[in-house]
Every structure is written in structure tokens, then in C-alpha cells.
């Protein structure tokens, strides 16, 4: 926490809101490898029309520990806090997804938060997440391990930051770059060079088993890292890899109808929205209005509604995970998103409206979709900049693991050692080649 506090206080920039001034940082991962509670009572925090946290979990939490304990590999133990519904509370969770996955021999949560006041409710968050991972270990028999917190907004408001400052004391922050056993951090400027790193950081992490043995025998096994989260910069330029296994047309064409439904991108969508033949959802439906839903909101454009009233707005969040995921054979991948206006800094070459998009996924895998995947995620932010008024974009990339399957090794290793010719062969004519 104290960490966190710091980064604020030296990066943070003030923003009105309708609470006061608050001093907004820049999107955040944090990690605690031994998690220990600060003494919260999470039962009686967030509530809102007669729901809590622990109502939304509690029977979702039994689930996961069972299938934990069916298959420790799996990457599908993910549970939703954030409801569509929740675009129309006036105090909707801060929390907003919550992810289980196992590694280091040890069950590890990671949470995605889209705001957090670090003087008043991180005790209360980081306990929820705690108490999550806690309970699922004792019904599982699983060992504790880290809790990892993606903080889309983390901030202090101003009437606290003199009370902050003085718990700091002398302690800056420290930002953590490249891989851990806990966690990764890359920071790059374009798309095509941030999933580069993405893959060569990924063909050198761990290795294990995966819960596809038995379907597709050569992805039995992969090389993978937990919480990759990357920073793209300038996610408009140098877009695509050279190597990408996608082309620009497939890339425009997902972005548009699997992920935007993009024909209605400035209007909200009232009817089911077009899937395509054998597909059991999209994540333009699960933003723009799934049939299944008890309350159907389009919550991708409740947020460009939201961002155009006040751009620093914290609850642009669009939810693509439900609770039935739990319990299906193909829960998505992309959990949620979320948008937020970036304060400008000092200098006048960056005093400009910056959107940033996060988007946090349970499960990507890295060279066959997570290109892809990119791309048509940062066409979205741009979109949404566009129709929001913002001068520029950023964009945020986060897999709770991150892997590459057996079977798609030697096509990365290829990208990233790609062979090049003798010197002698790239000198000599064809007919001196065979001669010689």
C-alpha cells in the first residue's frame, strides 16, 4: 500500500470530482507475495441495493474450489463482481473481477480494481481479495499464495494527501520491470514491438502442464508467466508485427464484429446483437446487450456517455465475464475493460487528453491470439477517444497467464532467432551458388 501511496504522491495529477480533488496515478500492478489481513470486515463492505461482495461470491467461490481441486491447471477460475446492472447504481463495486490460478505450487487471486482510494478503502479491497483467496484454499486444500491487485485509477484525495505523506515518511515508489515468479511488467512504445517482448519474455518463463492433454496432445504442455500486464505507449503507430499470425484486414474485421459491433459504435444497441455460426457469445454482445442478462444494459456506450459528461469518470467499466462462465466449457478470455481519462502532466509537449484503455483477460494465449487481440482492443480505445473528445490514446494489456502452447514454440522461437542467410549465399549469384 505504502508503495502504491508513494507512486501517487510523485506521479499523481490533481482531477475534480464530485467527492473533491482527487490526485489520480497512472494504472497500477501490485503484487503481495504474503498477504496478511488488515482487518477489515468484508461482510459489511460495499453494499448496494441489498447486495454485497460476499452475496455475489460466496456460492460462485464453492464452484472454483471444486474445480481447483478436479484440475489445478485450469485458467478458467474467474469471478465476476461487476454486474452490467451496475451502470445504473450510484455506488457500483470498485472490485470488479477476481481471478484464481495456480503457480509456484501455491493458489494465487488476482483482483482487477478499477478505483481505489489508497487512504481510506485499500485495507478494504486488499481484505476482499485476501478473504476470496483464502476461502477457495480452505475448501480446496490448496496453499496460499501472492494476491495481485490491477488498480485502474489509484489515487488519494487532496484533504488526505498531507496525513499520506506524513505514514510515507522517506519511502519512495519503486516500479518493478521485466519477469518475476510473481509477475511481469513490459513497457514499450507500439503494439508490434510490446507483443515482441510479450513472446520472447513468454518462451523463457515456466513451464507446465495445461488441462488440454487429453483433447489436443500437443498443447499438453507450454511455456507461460502469471500477470503479464504490458504498457503500449503509442499504440496507434507500428502496429502489426512483421510475423504477426494475423493480417491487417482479419484484424479490422474482428475488431468490428467480435469486439465493437462497431456498426452501432455511436448509439446504443437494443437488440441481440449478431453472432456469428457456432459461437456461444462475443465480447461485443457481452458489452452491447446479452439476452441472458436479467437487467440489459449497452455498456460500452453507458461509458462514452459517461467519459463525455466528465472525462476523469472511474466507473467506465465495460463487463464481459457473467457467473454462469463458471459453469461453462467456454467462459471468455477478456473478463472486462475499462476507460479513463489520463491527467496531463506538467510539460506543455504532454499537456494533452489522453484516454487510456485497460483491458485485463483471465487467460491469453500469446503468440497465437494475444497480437490479434491487442490490435483490436486499441482500435476500440481510439474509437472511444475519438467520439470523447481526447487528443490521444494509451493502452494497457493484462494476462492473468500468459502462455504459449508446445505446439506454437518453434514458430516463436522463429520470430524471435529468425534465421538469416551466409554471408557467402547473400554475395553470390544463383549460378555461382550452385557452381561453388
Known sequence: MRRLAAKIVEEGKPVMSRYGTAIHAPPSLLIVRKPEYFGSDVEEFWHTEGESYVDRTEELLNAVAAKLKASPFTRRMSVPLWLPRDHLSKTPPAVTEVSFLYFNRKLNATA???????????????????????????????????????????????????????????????????????????????ISSAWHSAVEAVYNGMEKKTEWGSVFSRQEKCRYLPRLFVEVKKPGENQIHDKAPFSRDYGISYAHSYVIHAECIDKPVCTPVKKGEGEVYTYAERARYCEADDVRVDQLYACI???????????????????????????????????????????????????????????????????????AFAILTSYVAELTSFDSYVYYHFANDAHIYADSLKAAKEVLFP??????????????????
Open 305 to 375: 456517455e459517461k467519459l463525455r459528461k466528465n472525462r476523469y469518470a472511474r466507473d467506465c467499466y465495460v463487463s464481459i465475464s457473467r457467473p454462469w462462465d463458471l459453469f461453462c466449457d467456454e467462459p471468455p478470455c477478456l473478463r472486462g475493460y475499462q476507460f479513463i481519462g489520463l491527467p496531463s502532466r506538467k510539460d506543455r509537449q504532454e499537456r494533452q487528453r489522453r484516454l487510456a484503455g485497460i483491458f485485463y483477460m483471465r487467460s491469453n494465449d500469446i503468440f497465437g491470439a494475444m497480437h490479434a487481440n491487442m490490435f
Open 112 to 190: 482487477y480494481v478499477r478505483s481505489l482510494d489508497i487512504a481510506d478503502y485499500f485495507s478494504h479491497d486488499f481484505d476482499l481479495v485476501n478473504y476470496m483467496l483464502e476461502r477457495v484454499c480452505e475448501l480446496s486444500g490448496f496453499e496460499k499464495g501472492s494476491v495481485g491487485m490491477l488498480v485502474g485509477c489509484p489515487h488519494v484525495y487532496e484533504r488526505d494527501i498531507e496525513r499520506v505523506e506524513k505514514e510515507l515518511g522517506h519511502l519512495k515508489a519503486k516500479e518493478v520491470y521485466g519477469s518475476t515468479k510473481e509477475g511481469t511488467h513490459i513497457v514499450e512504445d507500439y
Open 419 to 436: 534465421e538469416t542467410p551466409k554471408l557467402l549465399d547473400s554475395l553470390l549469384p544463383e549460378q555461382e551458388k550452385m557452381e561453388t
